[in-house]
């Protein structure tokens, strides 16, 4: 079993900068995939950025290309989500993502909270 916990939500201005940290934990596999989703109130959980774990390619939403960046720290089982010139639409819970091809499953955090005011 696989966990993640986010953490480093809040309320920035727009402008601004935030950086989210998400921690996994348990068997996460030699062959994953990690990410960022969002999903702000009354709309559908849509992807924000996506890293493959084994080459450290990154894959972005074009609504945040250029102003989020998503990185790993592969010791600490850990990716981040560098948010910079956030904008109110970037308001949303976001949420960490595993996906193991090795056993065809994916997991989820429990959710950070970002506000960005206007």
């Known amino acids: 079993q696989v966990q993640l916990e986010e953490s480093g939500g809040g309320l920035v201005q727009a402008g601004g900068s935030l950086r989210l940290s998400c921690a996994a934990s348990g068997r996460t596999f030699s062959t994953h995939t990690m990410g960022w989703f969002r999903q702000a109130p009354g709309e559908e959980r849509e992807f924000v950025a996506r890293i493959i774990w084994s080459s450290g390619y990154t894959v972005y939403a074009d609504s945040v290309k250029g102003r989020f960046t998503i990185s790993r720290d592969s010791a600490k089982e850990s990716i981040f989500l560098q948010m910079n010139s956030v904008k109110p639409e970037d308001t949303a819970v976001y949420y960490c993502?595993?996906?193991?091809?090795?056993?065809?499953?994916?997991?989820w955090g429990q959710g950070t909270q970002v506000t960005v005011s206007s």
């Open positions: 993502n595993l996906f193991s091809a090795a056993v065809g499953k994916e997991y």
